[in-house]
């Protein structure tokens, strides 16, 4: 069965610094890989998605994430973070052949002024 | 297009009472769903609906009811609420495919007394 972990809760990271968020996914069979943004009071909205070719893969905000196959990791990079990056990141995996996705328990990223 | 809306956005209940969250999208998309999200729990689906006229449970079907009116609507039934059910709700919807990017509307949040 599919799962997802993201390892860290919170992630404090200074104005500027670069922030990785990180994820690992188990399943058996070829997946489909999201990271999702959740800002203050909103609903979850796409960042970025891996479905197949090159692995690293290039979403909104200057956010970034690699597929790793061998590692089972979806991790997502931004080489300097804004006060504005402040939400909750999402990171999520389909099996390809199911019609639902499932989403890890999020990570809070905190950027430090 | 206003995308996915959600009423009501915010709804206190006394255990025992019933209530309908109402979900609808002007994308034409096949498939739409309900989560829940609770605080350090992630986004967990409660029913998906893969098209008009289908619905299927998810992770937490306990205590919910669904109904896919139309292609735009899919409803979400409280039959007697219980304090476990306080959470925010979250409707998404897709084109079709698992692979597709999640549309998801504002969220309602509700508390069970």
């Known amino acids: 069965a599919q799962s997802v972990t993201q390892l860290d809760s919170q992630v404090p990271v200074f104005e500027e610094a670069p922030v990785e968020l990180r994820c690992n996914y188990s399943s058996s069979v070829s997946v489909y890989l999201f990271w999702y943004v959740q800002y203050p009071n909103q609903g979850l909205q796409l960042l970025l998605k891996y479905l197949s070719g090159s692995t690293l893969v290039k979403g909104i905000n200057g956010f970034e994430a690699e597929f790793n196959k061998s590692q089972t990791s979806f991790h997502l990079r931004k080489p300097s973070v804004h006060i504005s990056d402040t939400a909750e990141y999402f990171c999520?995996?389909?099996?390809?052949?199911?019609?639902?996705?499932?989403f890890g328990k999020g990570t809070r990223l905190h950027i430090l002024p | 297009n206003a995308g996915v809306t959600q009423t009501p956005k915010f709804q206190v209940l006394k255990t025992g009472q019933s209530m309908t969250l109402q979900c609808a999208q002007d994308?034409?998309?096949?498939?739409m769903y309900w989560y829940r999200q609770d605080p350090g729990m992630g986004l967990r689906l409660i029913y998906y609906s893969a098209s008009e006229g289908t619905t299927d449970k998810g992770e937490v079907p306990n205590g919910y009811n669904v109904s896919r009116l139309n292609k735009r609507e899919f409803s979400l039934r409280l039959e007697s609420a219980a304090p476990s059910q306080t959470s925010v709700y979250f409707c998404?919807?897709?084109?079709?495919?698992?692979?597709?990017?999640?549309?998801f509307g504002p969220g309602t949040r509700l508390l069970v007394l």
């Open positions: 999520a995996v389909s099996d390809r052949g199911h019609d639902k996705i499932i």
């Open positions: 994308m034409n998309h096949n498939s």
């Open positions: 998404a919807s897709t084109p079709g495919d698992y692979q597709e990017t999640q549309y």
